[in-house]
């Protein structure tokens, strides 16, 4: 009993005993069986998560903090990776269920059927990222989508630009954002904006030429783009500067996600803003409490930022 509290409740045995233990588990190679102590107590002290892709930093922003604040609960975090397809998180889920994780941190509000299912049998607390609604599974903590793709179109209109495009990848989140942006046209009475969409398994930065490519063909007519990612614009910005397009003056650029090298660009990334850690440790913190028995509705709104800079400041 004394070497189980000196392991696991160390705040509760002298200083000494504790070095002893330590001691013997150092000589021992001892591991401690935390699923046995999960069936004594129902609890496994561990949170699993997934997260579309870890090659943007947006998600290892919020994955660092996330992890970060469980561990100084003593929760340790299992990660999947979707891939942006929701069947690969419905059997990661059936999977990590099975495991009797505490809790399940989950990116967006739009699952299978059956991953719905299996979360609200499974019992236990759920915080979905980077979305926003009112009526979670449990717990949100994003920002609306739409209202992002809105601020986008109003950036480059209020900056002179009359036939703003979409660039993005066919993630649903990018597909709600491209929807408020051809609501923003709509509400001004402008035609609806072209869209290019390619798959999303894609590495986005090398789709540059090829989307910028087919825009030019499809509608030459278009002054300025608004893409998906920071790394797509990047990649759409390079191409414009090889076929002699002058930016801003003949076409503004914008993108998403703030990512470090937005402001490195030439010229630099017009883009939007989002705290991936803020994200990350506000999850972190309602998932916690959740898990201490806190019944009380919880759903955060973030929000976002535009940060407006070289790419789409027009000279009028």
Same mark, same amino acid.
């Given at each position: 009993?004394?070497?189980?509290? /000196?392991?696991?409740?160390?705040?509760?045995?002298?200083? #000494?005993?504790?070095?002893?233990?330590? %001691?013997?588990?150092?000589?021992?190679?001892?591991?401690?069986?935390?699923?046995?102590?999960?069936?004594?107590?129902?609890?496994?002290?561990?949170?699993? %998560?997934?997260?579309?892709?870890?090659?943007?930093?947006? =998600?290892?922003?919020?994955?660092?903090?996330?992890?970060?604040?469980?561990?100084?609960?003593?929760? !340790?975090?299992?990660? @999947?990776?979707?891939?942006?397809? $929701?069947?690969?998180? !419905?059997?990661?889920?059936?999977?990590?269920?099975?495991?009797?994780?505490? @809790?399940?941190?989950?990116?967006?509000? !739009?699952?299978?059927?059956?991953?719905?299912?299996?979360?609200?049998? #499974?019992?236990?607390?759920?915080?979905?990222?980077?979305?926003?609604?009112?009526?979670?599974?449990?717990?949100?903590?994003?920002?609306?989508?739409?209202?992002?793709?809105? %601020?986008?179109?109003?950036?480059?209109?209020?900056?002179?630009?009359?036939?703003?495009?979409?660039?993005?990848?066919?993630?649903?989140?990018?597909?709600?954002?491209?929807?408020?942006?051809?609501?923003?046209?709509?509400?001004?009475?402008?035609?609806?904006?072209?869209?290019?969409? =390619? $798959?999303?398994?894609? $590495?986005?930065?090398?789709?540059?030429? !090829?989307?910028?490519?087919?825009?030019?063909?499809?509608?030459?007519?278009?002054? #300025?783009? =608004?893409?998906?990612?920071?790394?797509?614009?990047?990649?759409?910005?390079?191409?414009?500067?090889?076929?002699?397009?002058?930016? &801003?003056?003949?076409?503004?650029?914008?993108?998403?996600?703030?990512?470090?090298?937005?402001?490195?660009?030439? &010229?630099?990334?017009?883009?939007?803003?989002?705290?991936? /850690?803020?994200?990350?440790?506000?999850?972190?913190?309602?998932?916690?409490?959740?898990?201490?028995?806190?019944?009380?509705?919880?759903?955060?709104?973030?929000?976002?930022?535009?940060?407006?800079?070289?790419?789409?400041?027009?000279?009028?």
């Amino acid at each position: 009993m004394t070497a189980s509290r /000196a392991l696991h409740r160390p705040d509760l045995v002298a200083e #000494a005993t504790r070095l002893r233990v330590e %001691a013997a588990v150092e000589q021992t190679g001892y591991v401690s069986n935390s699923l046995a102590g999960g069936l004594t107590s129902r609890q496994t002290r561990l949170v699993a %998560a997934i997260v579309p892709s870890v090659g943007h930093s947006l =998600f290892s922003d919020m994955l660092d903090e996330l992890v970060g604040v469980l561990e100084t609960e003593r929760y !340790e975090t299992t990660l @999947g990776i979707s891939r942006y397809d $929701p069947m690969r998180e !419905e059997n990661w889920l059936a999977t990590m269920l099975s495991r009797r994780p505490d @809790g399940v941190v989950l990116t967006g509000i !739009e699952h299978t059927a059956r991953s719905r299912r299996l979360l609200l049998n #499974a019992g236990i607390p759920i915080v979905e990222l980077w979305d926003y609604t009112p009526h979670p599974l449990d717990v949100v903590v994003g920002f609306s989508q739409e209202d992002a793709g809105r %601020a986008a179109y109003r950036h480059l209109k209020a900056c002179g630009y009359r036939r703003p495009a979409l660039l993005r990848s066919d993630d649903s989140r990018a597909g709600r954002r491209a929807l408020g942006f051809k609501r923003a046209a709509q509400e001004d009475g402008e035609p609806e904006p072209v869209e290019i969409v =390619f $798959p999303e398994t894609n $590495p986005q930065a090398g789709r540059g030429r !090829e989307v910028m490519t087919v825009l030019l063909q499809r509608a030459p007519e278009a002054d #300025a783009i =608004f893409c998906s990612s920071d790394s797509l614009a990047l990649g759409a910005l390079a191409h414009a500067h090889a076929v002699g397009l002058k930016v &801003p003056e003949q076409l503004g650029v914008m993108g998403f996600g703030n990512q470090s090298l937005a402001e490195d660009g030439v &010229p630099a990334l017009s883009t939007l803003a989002v705290d991936g /850690a803020k994200i990350g440790n506000q999850a972190a913190r309602a998932l916690l409490a959740r898990m201490r028995g806190d019944t009380a509705s919880i759903a955060i709104d973030v929000g976002f930022e535009t940060i407006p800079r070289a790419s789409t400041h027009k000279k009028r």
